[in-house]
Nanobody, 116 residues
Framework: QVQLVESGGGLVQAGGSLRLSCAAS????????MGWFRQASGKEREFVAG??????RTNYADSVKGRFTISRDNTQMYLQMNTLKPEDTAVYYC???????????WGQGTQVTVSS
């Protein structure tokens, strides 16, 4: 069974950068869109960025526009995070869409902590 595996999280100072990766363990990505979500402690999971299968279309939450960049290739999806802020601290998840556009396959998450 295919599992999504995130990596690249860690502790960084405000203003710093991190690059998250998401890979498909035990198989390949579906030919549908993918996205990154995050969940801060005590808050609901929120959408961060999405990308189409071809990579030609992307969209972002207003809170990360201009700072984060989503990309993908045949085997991995990435989230380049620049100018990080303490409010970006959260567990970050990658997810795949199905035929209906629903995100139904999720990774286990990777912790990102931004210190002030």
């Amino acid at each position: 069974q295919v599992q999504l595996v995130e990596s690249g999280g860690g502790l960084v100072q405000a203003g710093g950068s991190l690059r998250l990766s998401c890979a498909a363990s035990g198989g390949t990505f579906r030919r549908y869109g993918m996205g990154w979500f995050r969940q801060a402690s005590g808050k609901e999971r929120e959408f961060v960025a999405g990308i189409s299968w071809s990579g030609g279309r992307t969209n972002y939450a207003d809170s990360v526009k201009g700072r984060f960049t989503i990309s993908r290739d045949n085997t991995q999806m990435y989230l380049q995070m620049n100018t990080l802020k303490p409010e970006d601290t959260a567990v970050y998840y990658c997810a795949e869409q199905n035929y209906f556009g629903t995100y139904d396959r999720w990774g286990q998450g990777t912790q990102v902590t931004v210190s002030s």
